[in-house]
């Protein structure tokens, strides 16, 4: 009982319950609001046959803000909010003097408060868990179990008494109520937010510096932003719930020492200690820095304005701090300029060391005998992430869409010593490349993701932005080998007896063929095999832009489905469809689905119209235009079909061609890819 008492008054927490027990109320009604309403409301629905109810229903339980921003917000502010509301009194003095006077150690108030707030925010979760799963069991819904209620409990529980013990701890520094509010919020966001900063002024610096790769990591250290990404298929690990609890422990006896250390006079300051004022200034300047000169990067993408940026924001962030821990506009004195000074000097000194890569990163690459694998994408997510399983109904099956990124890891060693040859090459160009990307980030530019595995175990990672034409010819042996093809088309990979059914569907027209038998099915896929085998690098980059004749959907026997594109350069799969009689189902044709086409001699005046839908051409203006050529010859028709493209920037003819349902489509035919008989129109 003595231990009981030195640790907890019942008496302030009784009184902690009348003067705040609103909150907990408010708090559970606006739980059960966003969850055992909204499995009801879901239930009492009509059956809808094409809505997935199981996955409708598995999202009440997870915290994506788009689904119930309600819900989101009140596990985030409540904490926050009960933080500050126990521990007000510490922000005005005359309270903070009375209620100190009693005769109760100052342990005994923070851990009262303490106690106080956790069942607050405890109570309505645990209710609102066990209304939820009693109404699961009373309507008998299968699409909810006791495993969702219970990891949704346990996010929440873990994830509230993180922020409110973080609300608490930050309330013991400052003497003002919104600046507690603030700087909470600030505290959970800071490991993502700053790690962000940093990493994004490394990579204006560093040229081959792995921005994405750190970025897609710096998500999951804010507890903050880790919240909106919780699901059943990316749940908390193990690792981040012990960090979560060895945090809130580490934070409640910060908390406790700052209390009983605390002077009441704080009150109303902006910084309850003096000895936290020159970090509080000098950390808020650096980041407000680095803030506004990542800002005037990213919109301008010139480094004068970088710079701009850092002297704005530091500038700005210095005098303001200075004047929000003095409450005094009289900051502009000598002694706090020639400090601002010194800053600045360093960070110059800062700036000049990563400038001129002091460390040689940029040339700096791995040994090619250590090297056991590479990764290389034009993205790090698929390295990082197992993709989420989508799905798509098709009659009464739902497939799984079998086409998500894969994680492209070359183990065969020419492919390696290739893809080292084109490090190489960026690495030996970097000055020129360096001064070019940070100046403006030119046109037909492409990601360079590398991830070297050495034998070690450990990884060096790089990337880069290039031009596709500069590197061409070391690019080429990569995409063409065998291995490429295999990692990006699973085509390539599949057993043709899991394969139930081949769909083809003509591009631009609802025309579509069906392949069921088992013998059709093998040589179909056999034929896009050797096709996608004998595929150029021009061909894989697609430089052309020339849209496929159709798209072929293979349906396996285990629901999953393969997406494959029927491109106009698969000479053995149009043969194959020719010697078995099925090519005029599968492909728009000349005649039988249009009969026309009208050819414009100016594109570049009708640019706008790439954007238009089948159907949104005004013909009766085009077709009246002087000087347009209108093709109704099944074999000219056949050739502009072949050679239109999508790309407008070099285009020096529009093509509409005209289908019989009456919809249309258009495209673009570059001069060299012109048939004769346009460029005699045209006088060409």
Known sequence: MKLKTFFINRGILLNDFQRFGWLGACYLLVLLFTIPLKIFMLYSRPEDPGLRYAEVYARIFQFDPSQSF???????????????????YLQDSRAADMIHALPIRRETFYNTHVVTGIILLFLPLIFTALISWALVAGLGLEHINSTDIFSWLFTGLLVNLLFFISSVAVG???????LQGVLSLILLLLPSGLSLLLLH??????????????????GSLSPLLRLTEISSSYPLQSVEIAAYLLTSIVLYLVGRYLYRRRQIEAAGNALAFDVLHPLFKYAVTFCFMLLLGSYFYQVQGSMAWTYFGYLLGSLLAYFLTEILLNKSLQVFQWRRIRDYGIYALAMLGLIGLFHYDFTGFEKRLPELGNVKSVYLDTYFYPLIH?????????GDIEYVEYHSPVKAMFNERKNIADIYSLHQAIAANRLDHKESFLSKHPLGYENVCLAYELENGSFI??????????YADRLKPIYESLEYKKLHNKILSIKLADVDLIEINAFDRNKTLRLTDAGLIAQAVAALQKDVCAETYEEI????QRPPWAHVTLFLGNNYRIDQDWKKTYFNFEQWLKETGKYNQARLLPGQDFTSAIVDKNPYLNKQDTSKRPGQENLPELENKPGILKITDPEKLELCLLSYNTNSEQALYKVVFLLNNGRTFSGFISEADAPAFIKEHFGF
């Not at 980059?541 to 052309?544: E, G, R, S, V, W």
């Open 70 to 88: 309600l819900h989101l917000a009140s596990l985030i502010l409540v904490p926050v909010l009960t933080g500050l509301l126990l521990f007000r």
């Open 172 to 178: 013991m520094i400052t003497g003002m109520t919104v």
């Open 201 to 218: 002024n490394v990579g204006i610096y560093l040229y081959g510096f792995a921005y994405d790769f750190y970025f897609l990591k710096t």
């Open 386 to 394: 197992v993709p989420a399983v989508n799905t798509q109904a098709y």
């Open 461 to 470: 990672y790089r990337q880069y932005q290039i031009t596709s034409s500069e």
């Open 541 to 544: 980059k697609n430089m052309d």
